[in-house]
């Protein structure tokens, strides 16, 4: 018969190689669980605060991961200044140029000349600072403070040199 003795820490009791170990683990996994609806809840504040409603197919498309052709976009039917708007998603990126709007009214009436180009320059910017809110968010979630945090909180252990336990 065998028996052998094996230490198990939290991450606080790690070495600083240790710890960083473990942190590549929790980053090599998916993190961010809070990210969609970080960005969603921005975009809804600035339709709502900027006039604009959703209708209906309200849909968040992003890819943050600071490469080119990265950002944030989303589709859906959306009612500003009495005219209708449905934005949809075009091409293989997602940021606030990679869609489609169309403009519609439910009766004859011409759509004023310059409400598209408004309504195009309010949805560029809410775009970017749905983006913004984006990185903040990731940099956030990948700081040693929210990491050692969560480690704590879920009680992860590691062996000595930082390997999950």
Not at 6 to 20: C, G, T
Not at 60 to 69: M, T
Not at 76 to 89: A, I, M, T
Request: charged residues 35%; hydrophobic residues 30%.
């Amino acid at each position: 018969m065998r028996t052998e003795t094996i230490k198990i820490f939290q991450y606080s009791e790690l070495s600083k190689e240790a710890k960083e170990k473990a942190r590549k683990w929790y980053l090599d996994g998916d993190n961010t669980p809070f990210l969609t609806e970080n960005i969603e809840e921005s975009i809804k504040e600035d339709l709502e605060e900027k006039d604009i409603k959703i209708i209906k197919n309200f849909e968040v498309h992003y890819s943050l991961s600071n490469s080119q052709g990265d950002g944030v976009m989303f589709e859906g039917l959306f009612l500003f200044k009495g005219v209708h708007f449905r934005v949809k998603h075009y091409g293989h990126y997602y940021h606030g140029n990679s869609k489609t709007i169309e403009s519609l009214r439910d009766d004859d009436k011409e759509i004023p000349p310059k409400l598209d180009e408004e309504f195009n320059n309010l949805y560029v910017e809410i775009c970017k600072k749905a983006e913004k809110v984006g990185y903040a968010e990731i940099e956030y979630q990948e700081s040693e403070e929210a990491i050692a945090e969560t480690m704590e909180a879920n009680e992860y252990d590691f062996l000595e040199d930082g390997t999950r336990w």
